[in-house]
């Protein structure tokens, strides 16, 4: 998902500039986080996307490893949080389709180069569609361009701050074990889903991928987990971030699925 937004992001960017000076736009600036906001939106609810998006900065920073002092998204590195009054806007200005609530992206000669657009709403926005794109930015600048990320530990991380699709995935997954009908872990470690169109196969795929971020953050604990993201952005491979990381325990991908087959039986 944030591939593609991230085309559709880039596309718009610089008429974004535009549009914005054209209309009457208000913003909430925080330390990492800019809301730009216009009418009939409400200061309030701006300012409660501000505090929450800090808010899920702090946890999603705590889970991948990021040291404070690094200053991450600070000043001019701000992310700027679009924000439309309301879903036709949105449609109409972005490009997107029409299933979309939002996305998030990134483009290096932008004045504000990472951006989250979306528009006025409630339902599910403030405690999924926010975190999972906040997530997916920190995750891709943390890590590094040159860094490939695996879908499935990029969506795992993303889902992590829903906790409603943490309970659903660990019960689907569950399941699933005891049958026998999971994704293999060297299928899944370089399986791209996007173009699936098997609903199952991709409800498993989620599921699978939050799972296995969730076992190892409850097992191993989270300054361990942050250790692993570490690894991985100083250049390791997956299989040696786990070694260097999960030392004895999880030696190479096979030993990462049989402990959490043992976990989720």
């Not at 889903?193 to 599921?207: H, L, N, S, W």
């Amino acid at each position: 998902m944030y591939r593609y937004f991230l085309f559709c992001i880039i596309s718009f960017i610089f008429c974004l500039q535009t549009n914005v000076s054209a209309e009457t736009w208000k913003e909430e600036k925080g330390k990492h986080f800019i809301v730009q906001y216009s009418s009939p939106t409400s200061k309030q609810w701006a300012r409660r996307l501000l505090r929450k998006s800090e808010q899920y900065y702090d946890t999603i920073a705590k889970t991948i490893g990021y040291a404070r002092y690094e200053n991450f998204w600070t000043w001019n590195e701000r992310v700027k949080v679009i924000v439309y009054p309301n879903k036709d806007i949105f449609l109409q200005e972005t490009g997107q389709p029409a299933w979309s609530r939002g996305g998030a992206g990134r483009h290096k000669t932008a004045i504000h180069s990472r951006l989250i657009v979306t528009y006025k709403q409630e339902d599910g926005f403030f405690d999924g569609i926010l975190p999972h794109e906040i997530s997916h930015l920190m995750l891709n600048d943390f890590l590094g361009s040159g860094v490939p990320i695996p879908l499935w530990l990029d969506e795992g991380i993303a889902q992590l701050q829903e906790p409603t699709k943490r309970m659903v995935a660990h019960q689907i997954m569950r399941n699933s074990v005891r049958q026998g009908d999971y994704i293999s872990f060297a299928s899944l470690m370089s399986q791209d889903i996007r173009g699936e169109t098997d609903t199952k196969k991709v409800k498993i795929f989620y599921a699978q991928s939050i799972s296995i971020i969730d076992f190892l953050i409850k097992k191993y604990g989270s300054n361990k987990f942050g250790q692993f993201c570490r690894q991985l952005k100083n250049g390791k491979t997956l299989e040696e971030a786990l070694r260097a990381t999960y030392t004895l325990s999880i030696e190479s991908v096979d030993a990462l699925e049989q402990r959490w087959v043992e976990y989720m039986r």
